[in-house]
């Protein structure tokens, strides 16, 4: 864990789990906070251990001590209080673990979507790069010893190699800068904002954006329900966890709605969060009093869907990047051994 900024889903979800535990086998959180603190394993974890338990020694509420280390969301600890003040703080630990768990097998889904066309794009460049630069010299040097030379597209990709040599340290340096660019989007909070901007404005891109937007509704949704908070608390808490600015505005429009005197399912179908299907078994949900259930089996379906499309593009991918690189390295060789074979030919 770190202590100097936001932890990340995998340490909150560790946290709570641990928590969880603890406080379903009816230990005080004091106590269980020593516990974790006996046996954490970092520095940065025995400072935020020991944060809270100087602060609930003191007669303060678990929430509190929490709040002060300063590395949580407000969610968590918006989350915390409720659940001290309606008395299943254990279920509320369990569901934020949960809830954390989620949201970093999509993040790590999302990672590796990302990974895999940036590898192959590099991998693609390299070996361009290595075919214009080191290979066609050595197909002009032959060339030029069975008195020809190079012409057409060959001669502008051997121009072409030349030029990259002879501009080695910029290229180099805007390779480096592609680099970074990867390490930028992939690993910092503002990248990763960048990159999902980027993303909405390409339409297969945007449909899973979409697809993962509703899905983190359905869950915050499910878990500020199943913890006594009331619908219209949970939509604004909900808002706030919500990235995807279409989906925050859906939401607003939801908000009003229910303002107007509308019902849940009514709302949501007039906002266009959710088709008609899943707005129905919220309808069923309110009825019945099991609206958290519901949104929580909505979660788990957009999740399961938030994968397929995953899978989905990286299956598209795959073979696109493979097929475009074999075409490029086959026509630069093409554009070669065809003249070549040419020459030959005509000499013998």
């Known amino acids: 864990m770190k202590g100097t900024q936001i932890l990340n889903n995998r340490e909150i979800s560790f946290f709570c789990s641990q928590m969880s535990m603890l406080q379903q086998a009816g230990i005080a959180p004091v106590e269980g906070m020593r516990i974790l603190l006996s046996d954490a394993k970092t520095a940065d974890a025995k400072r935020i251990y020991q944060q809270i338990l100087d602060v ?125 660019f990867y390490f930028y989007t992939a690993k910092t909070v503002s990248g990763k904002k960048m990159l999902k901007q980027l993303g909405n404005h390409i339409p297969f891109i945007r449909s899973f954006y979409d697809s993962m937007a509703s899905g983190r509704f359905a869950s915050g949704m499910a878990l500020t329900l199943s913890s006594g908070m009331d619908t219209f608390q949970s939509l604004e808490l909900v808002s706030q966890l919500v990235e995807n600015k279409g989906m925050q505005a859906k939401i607003e429009s939801c908000k009003t709605a229910l303002l107007k005197g509308s019902n849940l399912s009514e709302a949501i179908i007039e906002a266009g969060i959710f088709s008609n299907f899943y707005a129905r078994m919220i309808a069923v949900g309110f009825r019945t009093g099991s609206t958290d259930q519901v949104m929580k089996k909505i979660a788990e379906n957009y999740d399961k869907e938030t994968t397929r499309k995953l899978s989905s593009i990286i299956s598209i991918l795959e073979p696109t990047l493979v097929i475009v690189l074999s075409l490029i390295v086959g026509l630069i060789l093409l554009s070669v051994i065809l003249p070549l074979m040419g020459i030959m030919s005509s000499i013998g």
């Not at 209080?81 to 509320?92: A, F, I, P």
């Not at 060339?143 to 030379?149: A, D, I, R, V």
């Not at 012409?151 to 080695?168: C, E, K, R, T, W």
Request: charged fraction near 15%.
């Open 56 to 180: 609930c020694s003191t007669g303060q509420p678990f929430s509190e001590g929490v709040k002060s280390c300063g590395v949580f969301p407000e969610y968590v600890l918006h989350m915390l209080r409720l659940g001290e003040e309606s008395g299943n703080l254990d279920d509320v630990m369990s569901a934020l673990a949960e809830y954390y768990e989620r949201e970093e097998d999509i993040s790590d889904s999302l990672h590796s979507a990302i990974s895999y066309p940036f590898i192959m794009i590099g991998m693609m460049v390299v070996v361009i790069l290595v075919l214009i630069t080191k290979v066609l010299p050595i197909f002009n040097q032959v060339f030029k010893q069975l008195g020809s030379e190079m012409s057409g597209f060959s001669a502008s990709l051997l121009h072409l190699g030349n030029q990259i040599n002879q501009y080695s340290l910029i290229f180099l340096g805007f390779l480096i800068l592609l680099l970074c």
